[in-house]
């Protein structure tokens, strides 16, 4: 029997080079499938906000696959309040995710949406450092890549390379201890172990924080950094880290295959490779009760 696996980072699908050609159920059932192919049985399916379709509308479309989306809603803390945190949850969601904020993620304007969510005990996956998703200048080039080439002009096309007020300085693992301290029962996961420049500060966090945890979304980088770091089980225990997916359809399976290997080079024992595949997200989101070790 295939291990099950819980994909905390799974953004609401879109057409990103074709916007106008977009029909939401299609490409919302394709996801679904791909998911489902790769082992994944839960996903926390990032919806509505900056981007896409608004919330309500989001959960119709989630609903179509009751038995595998955990509906997670994208807020701007800048706009949203405690009140429309509230109604959220009322109308079904029950996670919340966070990036591009204007402030950094613990300023005290933000904390109004911290205690409620704390309070209807809705986690939050923060993404950490640097938004990437463009060309990866440490891999390739424009001046030498036909595909990095094709990529920027994309995005430039796009609008995606005009400036924008968007700082990795706002975003890092430093704040969730910041927001860990004043809401000790909030739970927290920063996204891609914390974003590349910032592993030693998400191990930190996470070493002294109870409810805060990361992800292993991010690519391939990522997760070579996970092995050659010896980030986990080693810098970062095992019940901190969950995994997510953070990708298109057709690159799900593959991050689960790497994902195993992972596992094989850390030398993870099958209880801790459960742990990340599931059991702590389980956890996190409230579907299995944690245990806790007797004398």
């Given amino acids: 029997m295939a291990e099950k696996i819980w994909d ?52 119709t479309f989630a ?9 997670s809603a994208m807020i701007d803390p800048d706009e949203i309040t405690g009140q429309e945190v509230r109604r959220l949850h009322s109308i079904g969601y029950r996670g919340l995710k966070m990036i591009g904020v204007r402030r950094p993620y613990d300023d005290y304007k933000y904390f109004g949406v911290y205690q409620v969510a704390e309070e209807l005990d809705m986690p939050i996956l923060m993404h950490m450092g640097v938004i990437g998703g463009g060309v990866d200048y440490s891999i390739m080039h424009p001046r030498r890549d036909a595909k990095a080439a094709s990529t920027m002009e994309r995005m430039r096309s796009a609008g995606r390379m005009q400036p924008r007020d968007i700082s990795a300085m706002r975003m890092r693992p430093f704040h969730m201890d910041t927001i860990a301290n004043n809401f000790p029962a909030l739970k927290l996961i920063g996204a891609h172990m914390g974003g590349t420049g910032n592993y030693d500060e998400a191990a930190s966090v996470t ?6 945890y990361l992800d292993l979304s991010g690519g391939d980088t990522i997760e070579r950094h996970a092995v050659e770091r010896r980030l986990v089980g080693y810098e970062i225990g095992v019940e901190k880290i969950t995994w997510g997916s953070d990708c298109n359809n057709d ?15 850390s030398g993870l024992t099958e209880d801790q490779k459960h742990r990340i595949r599931w059991a702590n997200a389980a956890e996190i989101f409230g579907f299995e009760q944690p245990t806790f070790a007797r004398e």
């Fill in 207 to 212: 070493r002294w924080r109870h409810n805060v």
């Fill in 251 to 265: 690159e799900i399976q593959m991050h689960v295959e790497h994902l195993e290997n992972v596992f094989e080079q």
């Fill in 8 to 59: 905390v980072h799974c953004h609401f699908p879109r057409n990103w080079q074709d916007p106008d050609n977009y029909d939401p159920a299609k490409e919302i059932d394709l996801r679904a499938d791909a998911l489902r192919s790769a082992g994944v049985v839960k996903a926390s399916l990032l919806s509505g906000g900056r981007m896409g379709l608004g919330y309500d509308e989001s959960l």
């Fill in 63 to 71: 609903r179509r696959h009751e038995d595998l989306f955990i509906p």
